[in-house]
């Protein structure tokens, strides 16, 4: 079974450019998640979506940061403009609506590593 | 959601028994203890998950004592390859509500 795909897996910018990351879940997990994983921390959740809607977005710095899943599958997350404080790694992960038989709830994809310069 | 408390590092040496303690005072009734596991430059992955007493699978145990205000992760004969950061989490995974929150982890270095 294909795990979670993200891409581009690294992307250096300038800051006030225009960036955008794409996510492909786990076929037929329903729930999908954008983390932001700064260096030294773990990871802190932006947005999470049940199939098409947001269902929470309090962490999502709204001003420039923007994330949609269309069709409940594939999901994009954007920055515009992009600060220096960006620079971190982005996470996606999947979930099924029942945990699986040892309890796992989230799974995630390799990230995408920004640089803002 | 119940905070977290566990070392930022710590050292072993291979073959060594590794045994990860995570503080948790304020858990609720319904709320699971997860280890997720993390490699630079991958994403976390899922190690085990307890409510009570303990649970073991193909890679780790996890010990909660009765009081679940605390809970240790232990890895035996640890690796080379075991080299990375570990995170304790504690919430209710009922319904699947995905809040996951990661505290900084623990940074477990394994020596040769």
């Known amino acids: 079974e294909a795990g979670v795909v993200q891409s581009p897996r690294y992307k250096i910018i300038e800051k006030k450019q225009p960036v955008a990351f794409w996510c492909n879940p786990i076929?037929?997990?329903?729930?999908l998640y954008w983390y932001r994983q700064n260096l030294g921390q773990g990871p802190e959740l932006l947005i999470r979506y049940e199939n098409e809607e947001a269902v929470d977005d309090s962490q999502l710095p709204k001003d420039r940061f923007s994330a949609e899943r269309l069709k409940g599958v594939d999901s994009t997350l954007k920055i515009q403009p992009a600060e220096l404080g960006d620079s971190a790694v982005y996470l996606c992960?999947?979930?099924?609506?029942?945990?699986?038989?040892?309890?796992?709830?989230?799974?995630f994809g390799p990230g995408t590593r920004l640089l803002v310069l | 959601l119940a905070k977290t408390t566990q070392p930022i590092s710590m050292d072993s040496y291979e073959g060594q028994e590794v045994n990860i303690t995570c503080s948790h005072n304020?858990?609720?009734?319904?709320?699971?203890i997860t280890w997720y596991q993390q490699f630079p430059s991958q994403g976390p992955r899922f190690i085990i998950q307890g409510y009570k007493t303990k649970v073991t699978n193909e890679v780790a145990s996890l010990f909660i004592p009765a009081d679940r205000k605390s809970s240790t992760l232990s890895l035996p004969r640890v690796s080379l390859s075991d080299t990375a950061v570990y995170y304790c989490l504690v919430g209710d995974i009922r319904g699947n509500t995905g809040k996951l929150i990661f505290g900084q982890g623990t940074t477990l270095q394994v020596k040769p």
């Open positions: 304020n858990i609720a009734t319904n709320d699971y």
């Open positions: 992960a999947s979930s099924p609506n029942i945990p699986d038989r040892a309890g796992e709830t989230q799974y």
């Open positions: 076929s037929g997990h329903n729930t």
